[in-house]
């Protein structure tokens, strides 16, 4: 018999992670740890269990649309397949959503919560976007003051039980574009009963499936002209009903033919009347929406850790079972030298999404000061930025350690590269979040905040951490701090915006390594942790910017 390799194959993404399990030693008081491990451990040997099978599965039966029936009835469908269904009610009884609201956990909610989502993602063939769009619905409700509607469709967003659990979609971006939202054309015309009735086309909609979505558009009372721009419009929430088989007031065009998330099922539709209620107040909807996006975009830099996570264990895994010029690939030297680079970058990442979920539960339970307020304004886009690039350069990099059986689908591998690809895109490009950080700059001091709280922890980084790489944080922040001042102040609107994609993603490696800092430096630490601080500061700080 010829040579047959041992293929790739799952593994469980929770007891392979020693990382993660400091994050959360980190994160987390122990009692808060011990209460909660069990669902991390159910839901890591699910990674290699069930989760596989179903994402295999959904990938395998991608969504169909059908716009009519036999007879000719138009019934805009979209057919999704069992284990679709499967990963929903999976999602719902974990309490992938429902943890973030877990009044027992206090303000370590959401950290245990990104440890849910964070194994669940990149295993779960992308479901991890309606569950981001349904947990976003239901922060934008409760915080909107629309207790009705709050009272009607939360529970049933934030329910553990697969018979009631429902997602939200997210019906904003049109042709006009997804960054530049104020060109929407949806017109909103008010309906007796209080509700309005949506017109208009949404070029993307993911989670098309979902039995409801948060809509924006703009009033049409039909006396006075609509107001234009971002400053005219408003958030509706709408329920997706089916009726005879018919979905009523919406229409659905047609499914996008994406690179990747091809389970997840994304579709043009055009609104033909649907009823939505207004949520928040007229003419904020951006503001409305960016509540929304905050919550969005953390999911997002989680995925992104999750999507680094998969491809480095699963990596790592097989350098442990695939023999070349006589040793394990493990063994070589350039090779373990990669794979150590891919773990340095995915324990930095994974430290800045921690971060961001730490600090949001603090804010979501009133425990935020000012200033952590300002730091909370700026990590969210500078993680969901930083993170996303990070994702499609470990999950590449990952590919390539299975040489060429990464590149030939029916290996399941080039499915994580083209899911990744997604997350610097979705959700506020690297760019658009670059310019938001100079926006919550000119607002609130994020940036400066950001800056100034790294001066800090990095001066009280720990004496024996190695001296040359304490050396370069410290420049290359001192750099940034100069450079960024100069460019704030100069008063060339241009050459700030021209760098403020350098500017952040600079930040965003600097946030990183003193958290990776403070990490090696912690109890209980070894010393690859501190090879990994080294490495970071090495393959990501020692460019000098300026
Ligand atoms: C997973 C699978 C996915 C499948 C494929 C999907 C492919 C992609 C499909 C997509 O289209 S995703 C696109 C999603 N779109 C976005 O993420 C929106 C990106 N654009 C932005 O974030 C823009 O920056 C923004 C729309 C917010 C700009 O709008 P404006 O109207 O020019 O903003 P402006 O005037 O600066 O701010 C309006 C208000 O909102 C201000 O508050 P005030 O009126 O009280 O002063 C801002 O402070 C506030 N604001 C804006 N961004 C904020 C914010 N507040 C808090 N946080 C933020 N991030």
Known sequence: MSFLQDPPRPVDLYAVDPILRSELRRHLPAEVFEAVQGRFEQLGRDTAGCLYDWAAEAEAQQPVHVPFDSWGKRVDRIDTCPAWGHLKAYSATQGVVATGYETALGEHRRVVQATLLHLFSASSAIFSCPLAMTDAAARVLIDSGSTDLAERLVPKLLSRDPQTFITSGQWMTERSGGSDVGGTETLARPNPDGSFALHGEKWFTSATTSEMALALGRIDDGVNEPVAGSRGLTVFAVDVVRRDDQLQGVRVDRLKDKLGTKALPTAEITLEGVAGWQVGEVGRGVPTIATMLNITRFYNAVSSCSAMGKALWWARDFAGRREAFGELIQDHPLHAWTLDGMEAEYAGALAMAFEVAS????????????????????????????????????????????????????????????????????????????????????????????????????????????????????????????????????????????????????????????????????????ARATGRFERFVQQRLSAPWA
Request: hydrophobic share 40%; proline share 2%.
């Open 359 to 526: 600090k949001l539960g603090r804010f979501e339970q009133g425990l935020c000061d000012e200033s952590e307020l300002r730091l909370l304004r700026g990590l969210i886009p500078l993680g969901k930025l930083t993170l996303g690039k990070q994702a499609v350069r470990v999950v590449s990099e990952g590919l390539e350690c299975f040489g060429g059986a990464g590149y030939v689908e029916d290996t399941g591998l080039p499915v994580m590269l083209r899911d990744a690809q997604v997350l610097s895109i979705w959700e506020g490009t690297t760019n658009v979040l670059s310019l938001d950080l100079l926006r919550a700059e000119a607002k609130d001091g994020s940036m400066r905040a950001l800056i100034e709280d790294l001066q800090f922890r990095s001066q009280a980084l720990d004496e024996g951490l190695p001296l040359a790489s304490r050396s370069t944080l410290r420049s290359t922040l001192e750099r940034l701090a100069s450079g960024l001042q100069a460019l704030l102040t100069g008063g060339d609107r241009g050459a700030l915006e021209a760098r403020a994609r350098d500017a952040a993603l600079t930040l965003g490696y600097l946030t990183q390594a003193v958290l990776l800092g403070e990490l090696a430096a912690a109890p209980g630490s070894d």
